[in-house]
T-cell receptor, first 117, second 111 residues
Framework: GAVVSQHPSWVICKSGTSVKIECRSL??????MFWYRQFPKQSLMLMAT?????????EQGVEKDKFLINHASLTLSTLTVTSAHPEDSSFYIC?????????????FGSGTRLTVV | RKEVEQDPGPFNVPEGATVAFNCTYS??????FFWYRQDCRKEPKLLMS???SGNEDGRFTAQLNRASQYISLLIRDSKLSDSATYLC????????????FGQGTTLQVKP
């Protein structure tokens, strides 16, 4: 089935540094990628939607200059958390939309646990 | 009002019990409905899609009531391995493809 590879699975960084998270669709072309964030005991909250070759669409309250999204190819989307602070510590998950796939059509990456110290 | 609302639980049940989860959604234009399962510190995994006609997959039965904007999940003969958080998910309006997640309902099945 469709697979999305997300890296890194966990990262610890110092406050003020930037962290890049990658999601790759391994056996299908992901024209649309969604980025979610999940705080403990809360639901997944959509941060932004990225479409290959165009600018990402951010949800209300999500700073586009802080969370940089690049979707330059049909198989790779990246999320960069710039100038990370402890309050950015969270579980970040990508989800690729595969309109020709089975099931719900959404394939999730395995998530990245970010801890900012 | 949240777009997708669920009782967070936790639901603590003995093995073999039948348990039901409910969910309501606010946007009548939502097109697709799903139940996902999420284990601690893992990504969500699709459990089943939900249709108005109702659908069953082994011990799991899902039902959608569009008029009431209500979705349910029934788990029969609970197993220890069913312990997880169950997420009610709907697609956003329009053709954006967005998934809107409920907070999740936590199930703990005890021996």
């Amino acid at each position: 089935g469709a697979v999305v590879s997300q890296h890194p699975s966990w990262v610890i960084c110092k406050s003020g540094t930037s962290v890049k998270i990658e999601c790759r669709s391994l056996d299908f072309q992901a024209t649309t990628m969604f980025w979610y964030r999940q705080f403990p005991k809360q639901s997944l909250m959509l941060m932004a939607t990225s479409n290959e070759g165009s600018k990402a669409t951010y949800e209300q309250g999500v700073e586009k200059d802080k969370f940089l999204i690049n979707h330059a190819s049909l198989t790779l989307s990246t999320l960069t958390v710039t100038s990370a602070h402890p309050e950015d510590s969270s579980f970040y998950i990508c989800s690729a939309l595969n309109r020709q796939g089975s099931g719900s059509g959404y394939t999730f990456g395995s998530g990245t646990r970010l801890t900012v110290v | 009002r949240k777009e997708v609302e669920q009782d967070p639980g936790p639901f603590n049940v003995p093995e073999g019990a039948t348990v039901a989860f409910n969910c309501t959604y606010s946007n009548s234009a939502s097109q697709s409905f799903f139940w996902y399962r999420q284990d601690c510190r893992k990504e969500p995994k699709l459990l089943m899609s939900v249709y108005s006609s109702g659908n069953e997959d082994g011990r799991f039965t899902a039902q959608l009531n569009r008029a009431s904007q209500y979705i349910s999940l029934l788990i029969r003969d609970s197993k220890l391995s069913d312990s997880a958080t169950y997420l009610c998910v709907v697609t956003g309006w329009g053709n954006t493809g967005k998934l809107i997640f409920g907070q999740g309902t936590t199930l703990q099945v005890k021996p």
